[in-house]
């Protein structure tokens, strides 16, 4: 049986794919299974959901709270495997379900920025993400969205090779330092595609 979020999938994927002419890369470097903390550059509002049709496995986004109190859309967009998060304090319950997800599997996709960047160019990621990558095994996949949204032009979307958390975890590096080096493999997937 199709659930929501493939039908929803195949939907927005019919659509999005050829007005931005979507052409995703790396696909290959995607682990099929196990837990996947999947960390993209944020460029526009529309990420969330580009990731989401190009990613070969379904994707669980933490989301703003605001979304999920707008009526309908909140509970559409919950329906998609997004999870509300408070912005801007630390919101444990959040914390609790994206550790959840990934010790049981699942891809949690984050936006390390925390917000859009309003230059296209990749800001500086915040904490989260390191923490993330620090208290789970899942593997760190980052990906690059080479803008702009411009209809009927080219939009790629990049998947790298998961990124060998090994040293980092063993030496117990902190979570800033981790979500720089997540941040620098995202970078470097935008500057050799662009």
């Given amino acids: 049986m199709v659930t929501f979020y493939q039908f929803a999938k195949s939907v927005v994927k ?3 794919t050829p007005l931005y002419r979507i052409e995703v890369r790396g696909l290959e470097h995607f682990p099929k299974e196990g837990g996947v903390l999947l960390c993209s550059n944020h460029i526009d509002n529309l990420d969330p959901p580009v990731v989401g049709i190009t990613a070969p496995r379904p994707v669980s986004f933490m989301a703003k709270e605001e979304l999920f109190k707008v009526p ?3 509970k559409m967009v919950g329906n998609l495997n997004a999870f509300p998060v408070k912005r801007g304090m630390s919101d444990r319950d959040a914390i609790r379900k994206g550790l959840k997800l990934l010790k049981e599997g699942h891809v949690l996709g984050l936006f390390p920025e925390g917000t859009r ?3 296209g160019e990749i800001g500086k990621g915040l904490a989260g993400a390191g923490f993330f990558a620090l ?3 899942a593997q760190v996949v980052p ?4 803008g702009p949204y411009k209809v009927f032009r080219k939009l790629k979307v990049v ?10 975890r063993s030496r117990k590096a902190s979570a800033e330092e981790v979500t720089e080096v997540i941040m620098s493999h995202i970078r470097r997937l935008k ?4």
């Fill in 143 to 146: 990906c690059a969205i080479v």
């Fill in 72 to 74: 309908i859309f909140g």
């Fill in 159 to 168: 998947y790298g090779s998961p990124i060998d958390m090994e040293e980092l």
């Fill in 191 to 194: 500057e050799e595609n662009s």
């Fill in 117 to 119: 960047s309003k230059t």
């Fill in 14 to 16: 019919s659509i999005l």
């Fill in 135 to 137: 208290r789970t095994d």
